[in-house]
């Protein structure tokens, strides 16, 4: 799927959600269609999430209600993902496909935290069912881009950069199977 031919709306609507301060929601479309749901994750307090169904694309991005106790962070991560996958639910003989962003070696800060969200958002995915593996961001950016240090928000400069890192991320999760 050539990342350029994604359309995505203007218009963005905010979203009530129990484990998030705030979550936006953005969708759009694919020039092809896609025949297992792929789902792209840009873990951490502020995140992205991207479902690409068939031709609908839905870009999702936010903040986590904040815990500072050890552990809860993963827990309220994993509690959101629960609910979100609620509103995706697939037929049983289709596995989607979660590609979830790992670790950017070199970053010093929050790695423990974001540690423990990253799994959560793992640890959620696979108890539903789904295939989800995590990536280093620069297989996913070659991959997509054809370059991996070109960033996804240079390339989707009007999308917030942690969507635009999860748009990234549920392409490579289309090319994985069936595309």
């Known amino acids: 799927m050539d990342y350029r031919q994604i359309k995505m709306s203007k218009q963005t609507k905010k979203i009530s959600n129990l484990f ?3 979550l936006t929601l953005t969708l759009g479309t694919v020039p092809q269609a896609v ?3 792929a ?4 873990p951490g307090v502020h995140f992205g999430l991207t479902v690409i169904e068939g031709l609908k694309v839905f870009m999702f991005h936010g903040s986590l209600v904040s815990d500072p106790t050890p552990g809860r962070q993963g827990l309220i991560a994993y509690k959101f993902m629960q609910s979100i996958i609620g509103r995706f639910l697939t037929p ?6 979660v590609v979830i962003e790992g670790a950017a070696y070199g970053m010093p800060f929050r790695q423990v935290e974001l540690s423990e969200i990253r799994t959560a958002f793992y640890l959620a995915a696979v108890i539903w ?3 989800a593996t995590i990536k280093p961001p620069t297989t ?10 070109t960033q996804a928000g240079d390339e989707w ?3 917030n950069h942690n969507a635009a890192d999860s748009l990234s991320m ?3 999760a289309s090319q994985q199977k069936g595309a």
């Open 140 to 149: 996913i950016r070659k991959s997509v881009f054809g370059n991996g240090k």
């Open 157 to 159: 400069p009007l999308i």
């Open 35 to 37: 025949p297992i749901p």
């Open 92 to 97: 049983t003989d289709v596995i989607p496909t």
């Open 129 to 131: 069912g789904y295939e």
């Open 20 to 22: 998030t301060r705030s």
């Open 39 to 42: 789902w792209g994750i840009d």
């Open 170 to 172: 549920a392409i490579y």
